[in-house]
């Protein structure tokens, strides 16, 4: 929700640049490029529980601020520049402790399910809130926005506060000292797993091209359709109506998604995206926000359901800490590249273009997976099915010891 009023804050002080926006989102961001990594480390030695009550307090203190000086008026741009890389400098250390800290709270047994409704939980609340923003902006403008989410952090904070850390299952990984949690060795990991390479790989692209909803949004409710802050709400009430039944789709999975599930997500996910991009009226861009935001956040949730349930628990700050520098720290790149796109080439195609290269990259990496894997792809009809054939004359080497399913 803040981020969609500084966003629209951004346009309003600027005189509706693409340029300002990118800017600030980049501001925002770039920490995430430069910390995340050593956040990780942080959230594998370290209390998560503590670190994660530090952040909020953080963030209590800056959303506070800044709703005071747009609520008094003495707001200005270099101020909405400030905040968002001050916010910046706190989401590296917070992000990476809180998706590590979910296997701290319930055991193994339970750690499938519980993942499944963190990521949906996060995943929905990245796109309901700029819907709920956008209503709140229209109602009561944009200062009591930042106000709202200043409070809105008391609840995590209280449910902080009252965990019993006796209980919380941390198999003493977290006592581990600096020396034995580098970051070298969480990034050889990761480069030692080919099942954890492809869904990220896919996140850093789609990351970078397809997800800047924050920012193209308002520039299609603004630019496109000439409509004012109630407009805009629809259409972010609309991606969020679709994510929220892709977090819900996600969220009944028992065991890790296969790495063909997250790439044939991933695929459609960038076709319905540009479909979007080239929606001729506002009605039919509100009906076709739906399926994205279904297909968006299936895609997302599939692909972090495979790492987390992939990862060691030794290993998994680290990890998650890289994922979050590829799913948030590219968006300083793409945010501006994004906003230039919009500028020079006009607002639709500030969707489009990332929906493409997002689409490419996706079939690409089929591509390298069929062959991996000896398999090809064949569609049977009555009933429709597409389904993973064996290539003939391929011998399975020991990289292919993930069992191959017969049907997509």
Request: with cysteine.
């Amino acid at each position: 929700m803040q981020i969609t009023a500084q966003d629209w804050l951004v346009l309003q002080l600027s005189g509706n640049s693409p340029s300002a926006l990118g800017v600030v989102t980049a501001l925002q961001f770039s920490p995430t490029l430069l910390f995340t990594l050593y956040g990780g480390k942080l959230a594998d030695r370290f209390d998560k529980r503590r670190v994660l009550m530090i952040a909020n307090c953080a963030y209590i203190t800056l959303a506070t601020v800044m709703g005071i000086l747009v609520v008094s008026g003495a707001v200005q741009l270099w101020h909405v520049f400030l905040f968002a890389g001050l916010w910046g400098c706190v989401s590296p250390f917070e992000m990476p402790a809180r998706q590590s800290f979910v296997s701290e709270m319930v055991g193994r047994e339970l750690l499938p399910n519980a993942l499944a409704i963190n990521s949906a939980v996060f995943n929905s609340a990245r796109v309901i809130g700029p819907a709920i923003g956008g209503v709140v902006i229209f109602l009561v403008d944009t200062g009591p926005a930042f106000l709202v989410n200043a409070a809105s952090y008391a609840g995590p904070l209280f449910a902080l506060s009252r965990m019993v850390p006796a209980e919380l299952h941390r198999d003493g990984v977290s006592l581990r000292s600096a020396a034995e949690a580098r970051v070298r060795d969480g990034l050889r990991y990761v480069w030692g797993r080919a099942d954890l390479l492809v869904p990220m790989t896919m996140i850093l692209i789609t990351g970078l091209l397809a997800f800047n909803f924050g920012l193209t949004l308002p520039l299609l409710a603004k630019n496109v359709f000439h409509t004012n802050s109630a407009s805009f709400g629809l259409l972010s009430t609309s991606l969020a109506i679709g994510a929220l039944g892709g977090a819900l789709a996600g969220s009944v999975r028992r065991k890790r998604p296969s790495g063909w599930l997250v790439l044939g997500a991933a695929i459609v996910f960038g076709a319905v995206e540009t479909l979007t991009a080239f929606a001729p009226t506002m009605p039919i861009a509100i009906a076709l926000l739906v399926p994205t935001g279904f297909t968006m956040i299936f895609f997302v949730q599939a692909a972090n359901q495979r790492v987390q349930m992939g990862t060691s628990a030794e290993f998994r700050g680290r990890v998650m800490g890289l994922y979050t520098l590829v799913f948030m720290g590219t968006t300083p790149i793409g945010a501006p590249l994004v906003g230039w796109c919009a500028t020079v080439f006009g607002p639709r195609s500030a969707i489009w273009i990332g929906s493409l290269g997002s689409l490419l990259a996706a079939a690409v990496m089929l591509t390298i997976e069929l062959r991996r894997h000896g398999v090809r792809l064949r569609v049977r009809r009555n009933p429709v099915r597409v389904y993973l054939a064996p290539r003939p004359g391929y011998v399975p080497s020991a990289v292919d010891a993930e069992p191959v399913p017969q049907r997509v």
